[in-house]
């Protein structure tokens, strides 16, 4: 180890991927408090889960809360920005003597172990990643904000620095990078840190070995669409937020083609994040989502280009940017469909109609079983709902639902299922025709996920009559008789009411929605709510680690050999709840000189890598609290 050293804080080259970052986080005043909390009140909280007891270092495989993602937390070490940050604003040298203290006995327990070791989180492939990055970030604020106390401190230093080493050669290793997953895009990302931070042969070969994966880790991870592999809106926006935080991170000697490479699906990811946004401004609870809003990370590297002030639109809720000139978009390579009736004025954005179709799945990670589901909100609530993340933890009886068939409003099929090897599922959907057009885009698709039955479903929407349509088609080829049982969720707030046939939700709100049906009658109809014990009928979680009941109409067709059905969804808004059309002078315009919202607009530039001036954090989650439980999360889902 002795031809590599870490490179002085004030060489150029760690200006944007070290310093600046560290300026964010030891200023960031949410670090400041949850350092001063551990410090002062002894409580440990490792955002976003509530505090607990502290009593010193050295438990890491507790686990008070029941939750691997707190163990996962712990075992970064992500608690260090708060210690950096309460130091940088109090002084106080036994903030550092605390991080001293948990870095050692981390180390002591654990640098000489393996992956053999049975507690899963210290050679996580994740959690590795994220407690290298810690550790660099640290010795760098010492050496930087605490010069003295580094001087008193220089073994413990050096330890450090050599733990560093170690995490490297970890991280460098083929057998232990997770590829093409956003944990091995991670693991990528900082073995390029480390291989900037040291100098010496090993770490040009790290940089090397991480440039190398970051490129074959984009060229997977998003499909020409524009459109992200792992089956989650929120996954989308925190791999994109990596891939750019790394191209703004890293000069183009280092870069190589990545920016050109980054360059050429960018604006389409962009584009999709302006599409999946809801009316009320946050992401769909689709796949391992929550249902939180989202931020612009994207202004400086976009701000010139019309799909940013698209996102602008949709992210302020019509109040900055430029009404996007497309309702409707069909992803049949990535497996969505978004049909819309308008884009509103501010004033009404949130009454819009906004349907989405999830057709199929794309990689394994982050997967539920939702091929065929469909989400709608319209006049200002939701009305067929997903079921969302929850947690991380899959013998959950909440989690199992939420990622099963029951937790989507897609057939249950007796008699038919999942085939043994996942990889049938990927290539086992299509969609088989498509029409953006409006105000009637639709959408068929194919599904042979469950055989030996073929479902398909094709989607209408009417945006002019407020109806949507959904017609169902079940074949199978081996003449058995099985039952069929439609399912469509609603929020808890709706009222479900049966009369023979047809179904009548009413909402407190005073909308209205008649569901019908057309072709095969029904042989039973029924609602089921929220979960007793361990039977969960029907949940729904917008937020990680938590969990509320909703209801699900399930529309029965027993022992049939095939069914065709059309479910007709038809509504009636309040008047307060419909979105006019907007006048052209409602809508905000960009000018000449100015990006909308009134910004100075960014210059014209050929590519990504012409100008990389360095943004805030980008999303990454791990440096700032409170970021979203989707940011990071230990995950082999």
Not at 368 to 373: A, C, I, K, N, V
Request: aromatic share 10%; proline share 5%; glycine share 6%.
């Amino acid at each position: 180890m002795t031809d590599i050293a870490m490179k002085a804080g004030s060489v150029t080259a760690l200006e944007r991927c070290v310093q600046k970052k560290l300026q964010q986080l030891s200023n960031h005043s949410g670090n400041k408090a949850l350092g001063e909390k551990l410090v002062v009140k002894r409580q440990l909280e490792l955002a976003p889960f509530k505090a607990v007891p502290f009593s010193g270092w050295g438990d890491w495989e507790q686990d008070p809360l029941n939750n691997r993602s707190w163990q996962w937390r712990l075992n970064w070490l992500s608690f260090l920005s708060y210690l950096m940050a309460y130091h940088r604003a109090s002084g106080d040298e036994a903030v550092l003597n605390s991080a001293r203290e948990a870095i050692q006995s981390w180390l002591d327990a654990y640098l000489e172990t393996d992956t053999s070791y049975p507690f899963e989180f210290i050679w996580h492939d994740h959690a590795t990643a994220l407690r290298a990055e810690q550790l660099v970030l640290l010795a760098y604020y010492c050496r930087e904000h605490a010069p003295e106390w580094a001087s008193k401190h220089a073994e413990f230093l050096a330890t450090l620095e050599q733990a560093l080493v170690v995490h490297g050669q970890w991280l460098a290793k083929d057998s232990f990078y997770s590829e093409h997953t956003n944990h091995g895009l991670e693991q990528a990302r900082v073995l390029l840190l480390l291989g900037t931070v040291f100098e010496g042969e090993q770490a040009r070969a790290w940089q090397q070995i991480a440039i190398r994966r970051i490129s074959s880790e984009l060229s997977f991870a998003f499909t020409d669409e524009g459109v992200h592999v792992e089956n989650s809106p929120a996954y989308h926006i925190f791999v994109f937020k990596v891939f750019l935080g790394i191209i703004k991170d890293y000069p183009e000697e280092v870069l190589g083609d990545l920016a050109e490479q980054f360059n050429q699906f960018s604006a389409k990811a962009l584009s999709f994040i302006t599409h999946i946004l809801r009316p009320d401004g946050k992401l769909p609870p689709i796949g391992d989502t929550e249902q939180l809003p989202t931020s612009d990370a994207y202004r400086d590297m976009f701000g010139h280009r019309l799909e940013y002030q698209h996102f602008l639109y949709a992210l302020t809720k019509g109040k900055q940017g430029v009404r996007p000139s497309v309702l409707n978009r069909v992803y049949p390579k990535s497996g969505y469909a978004i049909f819309r009736d308008q884009w509103p004025a501010k004033e009404h954005y949130q009454k819009a109609f906004h349907l989405i179709a999830k057709v199929g799945c794309s990689s394994r990670y982050h997967h539920q079983q939702d091929e065929g589901h469909i989400s709608l909100y319209a006049g200002g609530e939701d009305w067929l709902i997903d079921s969302g993340l929850y947690n991380y933890i899959n013998k959950d009886p909440v989690r199992k639902y939420m990622r099963g068939r029951p937790g989507h409003n897609v057939p249950i099929i007796s008699h038919a299922s999942y085939a043994k090897e996942f990889e049938h599922r990927l290539g086992a959907w299509q969609v088989t025709d498509h029409s953006e057009a409006e105000p009637a885009p639709q959408l068929t698709m194919k599904l042979d996920v469950l055989p030996p039955v073929v479902h398909e479903r094709k989607v209408a929407f009417d945006a002019v009559a407020e109806v949507v349509e959904v017609e169902d088609t079940v074949a199978s080829d081996d003449d058995e008789q099985r039952n069929v049982t439609l399912q469509w969720h609603f929020p808890k707030d709706k009222t479900l009411t049966i009369e023979d046939n047809q179904v009548v939700v009413t909402s407190p709100t005073g909308n209205r929605l008649t569901i019908d049906f057309e072709g095969e009658i029904p042989d039973n109809l029924s609602v089921a709510k929220g979960r007793k014990e361990d039977k969960v009928f029907s949940c729904i979680s917008y937020k990680a680690n938590q969990v509320e009941p909703s209801q699900v109409l399930r529309v029965m067709f027993k022992e049939r050999r095939g069914l065709n059905v059309t479910t007709r969804f038809r509504f009636a808004m309040a008047e307060d709840r419909v979105a006019p059309a907007p006048e052209q002078s409602d809508i905000p315009r960009a000018r000449p000189g100015k990006a909308a919202g009134g910004q100075p607009a960014s210059r014209p530039r050929l590519s990504v890598g012409h100008d990389r001036q360095r943004i805030g954090l980008p999303g990454t989650g791990q440096l700032t609290p409170g970021a979203g439980a989707w940011a990071c999360q230990p995950a082999g889902q």
